[in-house]
């Protein structure tokens, strides 16, 4: 990482994430990427790594002869395990749109008509818990475009946390301002931090408590009339509709590690939008532009992303494409996907020099 991301329960200093790259008959190379996030999908690196490497087993030499048919299959020999699941819908999606001669979001939004000036709002992280270095970093990005914050809260210091929110909240105004605990609050800390919201102009609050905390989260809500947007609290689309319908949720952060790879996502998304439900996309931090190029085809083929596209590959100090993508006056512009497929590949010589040293390269053939 380039420094250090503070959040409840964790500080990430360096990114763990599984590749994997599928060859079809014509040659063509699909790349699918997933993050360890043990605290969100219980999966680790270990598991992931373990997971791809049954699928590979399984799965390698079978025939799939369009994208319905990937969830129907993998579902067939390995259960759960979404993180997995999402590195291979990814890769074997990117393939399918690369055969089609097309970017992945054409393949994704199926008969919708997709805006040719169509951008993604980036959604930056506010996370060294230092208030006057926030504010000089939220300032400088906000003269290259930037309009959405995340200030991350929850890791011990309550005083300051109500603090940075009230204050980036208020030298913020006009721009789209939340607060993400990633369950880390009390109930009275998350009060605090929310009425502190509330009087400022924060936009919504992101998972205050633990996803089991749903009568509290509702309650949260109901007292401060502040959105809530779940993130760990969501696994699947049945978790959205649960959470809409018992108020504890008037928005969600979708990402692929969650919900199993892209046509799970844009799924998910269409439903939030159906329900009148805003709208955050998010990497795992940190990913690199291959899961940042996914996520990026995926808010393309859903459309209004209200609240933002949490980037991660930017907090890297080195991405393993050669030309990462990259925000445009603080957005990722359609323009930038116009590639058939993900239109973003690694470079073996990064491959190379990040290479886990415990868990070694596997590769199968037919």
Not at 57 to 66: A, N, P, T, V
Not at 111 to 140: I, P, Y
Not at 302 to 312: C, E, F, K, Q
Request: overall charge negative; some cysteine.
């Amino acid at each position: 990482m380039i420094k250090p991301i503070k959040m409840a329960g964790e500080t990430i200093t360096h990114a763990q994430t599984v590749l994997i790259r599928l060859i079809d008959e014509g040659g063509r190379e699909g790349w699918g990427e997933a993050s360890a996030a043990p605290l969100m999908t219980g999966e680790t690196l270990g598991s992931i790594a373990a997971s791809t490497e049954y699928l590979s087993l399984k799965l390698l030499g079978k025939e799939i002869s369009r994208p319905d048919d990937i969830e129907f299959l993998q579902n067939q020999v390995l259960y759960s395990n979404a993180s997995a699941k999402s590195c291979y819908e990814t890769a074997l999606m990117d393939l399918f749109a690369q055969r089609q001669g097309v970017p992945l979001y054409q393949l994704l939004a199926g008969d919708r008509t997709v805006d040719a000036s169509s951008r993604l709002e980036m959604l930056h992280m506010l996370a060294s818990g230092n208030l006057e270095g926030e504010l000089e970093e939220a300032n400088q990005l906000r003269q290259l475009g930037y309009r959405q914050w995340k200030i991350k809260v929850g890791t011990g210091n309550l005083a300051n946390d109500v603090l940075r929110v009230r204050e980036l909240s208020k030298a913020l105004q006009g721009d789209v301002v939340s607060a993400d605990a990633n369950q880390g609050l009390t109930i009275e800390e998350a009060l605090a931090i929310a009425y502190a919201g509330v009087e400022s102009g924060l936009s919504f609050f992101e998972q205050p408590y633990p996803s089991s905390m749903i009568d509290a989260t509702s309650t949260l809500h109901q007292e401060t009339h502040l959105s809530i947007c779940a993130d760990e609290s969501i696994q699947s689309l049945e978790d959205i509709v649960e959470l809409y319908e018992r108020g504890a949720a008037q928005g969600v952060s979708l990402k692929l590690i969650k919900l199993g790879g892209t046509q799970a996502m844009v799924r998910a998304g269409r439903e939030c939008l159906r329900r009148g439900m805003n709208i955050n996309l998010a990497c795992k931090v940190a990913e690199t532009s291959i899961s940042a190029a996914a996520t990026a085809h995926v808010g393309f083929a859903v459309g209004n992303i209200a609240w933002g596209y949490s980037m991660s590959n930017r907090y890297l100090a080195k991405d393993i494409c050669e030309n990462p993508i990259a925000p445009i006056g603080g957005a990722i512009l359609i323009e930038q996907l116009h590639q058939p497929g993900l239109g973003y590949a690694p470079e073996a010589k990064y491959l190379a020099e990040f290479a886990s040293k415990t868990l070694p390269m596997r590769e199968f053939r037919i």
